[in-house]
C-alpha cells in the first residue's frame, strides 16, 4: 500500500499547503472513516466544479495548484482528493472512467460535440480493507444551481455518481473504466482526450509542453505556468 500513501508528479501530497489543508481539516478526527469522508465534502465543495477550464500542461494540474486556484474540473479535484488524504495519512487511488451525461447543457455538448465524458475522475479510499468508491466532482453550489442532490460518501458505500436527477430523470452512466492508478497516467489521459475530442486540439510547437495544446472552445487555452 505503500504507493497509496506516496506523493508523485501530480499528487504533491508532499506540499505545504497540501498538507495544510489536510491538517486543518481532520483536525480532532482520529477515526479513519470520519477523516475520509471530512476531506471527501471539504475537497468537493471547497474547490468549484468547472470544466470549461482544461489545461494539459503538467504542473498545472498538481494538486497544490489546484488548491490555490480553488476550482478545476473532475480529474483535478480527484487528484487533489487523493493528494489530501495522502497527507491525512490515508491510502488513496485514483480511478477514470468513460460516463455518459443524459443532463449535460447544450453549450457543453456543442463544445465537446458528444455526451461522452472521457476519463471522468473518481477516487477509492482503502478503508476497513476494503477500496470505497466516491466522486468528489459536482460541489453543493452546483447542485443546487441545477436541480440535482449533492452526491454524499459514508466511507463504508461507494458513492460514483448520480444516477438519476430530483425529477428521476436519468443523469449519468458509466460505459467504460479504466481502471485504479498511483499517480495520473498522463499519457492515456491525453490520448483519450486527444481520440474523442480531436477537433479540441492543435498540436504544441515545443516538446517541453509534452506535444499537445488544447484549442479556445475552453475558457482558456493550454499554456505554460507564468514564472
Known sequence: MEKYLEATRFIDSDHPDVISFAEKTVKNISEEREKA???YEAVRDTIWYD???IDLYPDNIKASIVLK???GYC???????TAVGRAAGLPVRLGFAIVKNHLASERFLNVLKTDRFVFHGYNEFLLDNRWIKCTPAFNIGLCEK???DVLGFNGKDDSIFHQFDKDG???MEYLHDYGTFADLPYDLFVSELRK?????FEEGESSKHEGWYLKHP???PTTKPKD
Not at 480529474?75 to 482528493?81: C, F, N, Q, R, S
Open 37 to 39: 469522508v471530512a476531506i
Open 146 to 148: 441545477y436541480g440535482v
Open 169 to 171: 430523470s436519468k443523469y
Open 75 to 81: 480529474v483535478e479535484k480527484a487528484i487533489t482528493l
Open 69 to 71: 486556484r480553488g476550482s
Open 51 to 53: 470544466p470549461y477550464r
Open 196 to 200: 474523442y475530442y480531436g477537433h479540441l
Open 218 to 220: 475552453f475558457s482558456q
